[in-house]
């Protein structure tokens, strides 16, 4: 059975159909890799259940799997996080935009989630956004300037206490931070992609901390703007991969007190790093109005 791909926005995310992702084989998986890399965000309805060992075995494909520094493990698959948020909680996870685990030297690629209980209330969407647009509409003397940058990821802010509610203590623990690239060059789609994300990145090296700040917000503002973004409406059972290199997401929060639930794996990734590439510039029509 072939796929069929029907994009999201002209920007950002497709719909896959014909993939059953209990068994899907080698050809399919490098049909689903491609795709994944051209349209950042791949949405797959209609799937069934995955029990936590198939879905970890689906995302071994991509290689090694990636260790939260911070979330409970499930017992008997320390691969896989469980989602969850309910009238209980004080948190919800990625209510905030943010590339995964973006502190650690060696963030994951891609991320595989599947949500089994969607709200019954309706909402818990989830927003992508595409970080190649967000770099390629800068002007040409912004992207030379950010090239040449790097920036700080931290988590001690984010993850201190975080999971206290589901039995972490976390006391002795130190959280990752790191410096990387705020360009980042995408080995797959050899495209650059700005990577900074308000959650984990706190301050552009080498700038004194007001300019850093206001380079910061700015570039904060611009990447939020709808033109970039998709914004997906969960089913029972529907998975989302999204790449981590070119993609940041946020988990919107707004159905509280009831309840939203699902198993998330990501996938090991590589330091990034920067390597210069001629300057692209995306032809788009962007408002110019303050957001
Ligand atoms: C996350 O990985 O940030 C959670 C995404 C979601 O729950 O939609």
């Not at 995310?13 to 689903?32: K, V």
């Not at 699902?262 to 390597?275: L, S």
Request: with cysteine.
């Amino acid at each position: 059975m072939g796929l069929t791909v029907v994009p999201c926005t002209p920007v950002i995310g497709a719909e896959i159909s014909g993939a059953d992702l209990t068994r899907t084989d080698p050809q399919e998986y490098q049909a689903i890799r491609e795709l994944l890399v051209r349209h950042q965000v791949l949405f797959f309805r209609d799937q069934p259940r995955l029990e936590p060992g198939a879905q970890v075995a689906w995302a071994r494909q991509f290689g090694g799997l990636h260790s939260h520094p911070a979330a409970p493990t499930m017992p008997g698959h320390p691969e896989i996080f469980v989602i969850r948020a309910d009238a209980n909680s004080k948190v919800a996870n990625g209510h905030g935009w943010h590339s995964d685990v973006s502190c650690d030297e060696e963030p994951p690629m891609a991320t595989m989630l599947q949500i089994h209980h969607v709200p019954e209330s309706g909402g818990g969407d989830t927003l992508f956004n595409n970080m190649f647009a967000a770099f390629e509409t800068l002007s040409e003397p912004m992207q030379r300037f950010l090239c040449g940058l790097s920036a700080h990821h931290e988590s001690e802010h984010i993850y201190r206490g975080r999971y206290s509610d589901r039995g972490v203590d976390d006391a002795g623990r130190t959280y990752p931070a790191c410096l990387h690239p705020v360009v980042r060059t995408h080995e797959e789609a050899d495209k650059q992609a700005l990577f900074v994300n308000p959650s984990f990145t706190t301050r552009i090296e080498g700038l004194a901390a007001n300019e850093s700040r206001a380079l910061l917000n700015m570039l904060f503002e611009h990447q939020q703007r709808p033109e970039f973004q998709v914004r997906f409406r969960w089913t029972p059972n529907a998975v989302a991969l999204w790449d981590n290199r070119s993609t940041q997401h946020f988990a919107l929060w707004d159905y509280w007190p009831a309840t939203r639930e699902g198993h998330r794996v990501t996938i090991a990734g590589t330091r990034p790093v920067h390597r210069e590439l001629p300057l692209c510039r995306r032809k788009m029509r962007l408002s110019r109005k303050a957001l």
